[in-house]
Nanobody, 125 residues
Framework: QVQLVESGGGLVQAGGSLRPACTASGDIFVIKAMCWYRQAPGKQRELVAT???????NYADSVKGRFTISRDNAKNTLSLQMNSLKPEDTAVYYC???????????????????WGQGTLVTVSS
């Protein structure tokens, strides 16, 4: 099976930094776009940042200039450098990937959208 495993969340004071990461595992042919979403308590999940396989990035207005999304294609890893954190950045952060994978060597690759389990980021004031 294919899965995304996240790490790097935690508790930080306002103004601090964190760098959550997400690693994809499985028989993966190629990873297309990768994204970070977040969901704060009582709120809907929102898109934070996107990075395509071509290197294009897009950020939510609320994080522009503070967050940087990056990926290591050789390691199938996505990172989110978060600086100047604010209490309103507190949320569970989810990694998302559109990729081609297969569950056995004799099967064709198929495209799927995969989610990580989430990592909690808490910013104290």
């Amino acid at each position: 099976q294919v899965q995304l495993v996240e790490s790097g969340g935690g508790l930080v004071q306002a103004g601090g930094s964190l760098r959550p990461a997400c690693t994809a595992s499985g028989d993966i042919f190629v990873i297309k776009a990768m994204c970070w979403y977040r969901q704060a308590p009582g709120k809907q999940r929102e898109l934070v940042a996107t990075l395509t396989d071509g290197g294009s990035t897009n950020y939510a207005d609320s994080v522009k200039g503070r967050f940087t999304i990056s990926r290591d294609n050789a390691k199938n890893t996505l990172s989110l450098q978060m600086n100047s954190l604010k209490p309103e950045d507190t949320a569970v952060y989810y990694c998302n990937a559109n990729l081609y994978w297969r569950s056995a060597d004799d099967l064709p690759y198929r495209r799927s959208e995969v989610w990580g389990q989430g990592t909690l980021v808490t910013v104290s004031s």
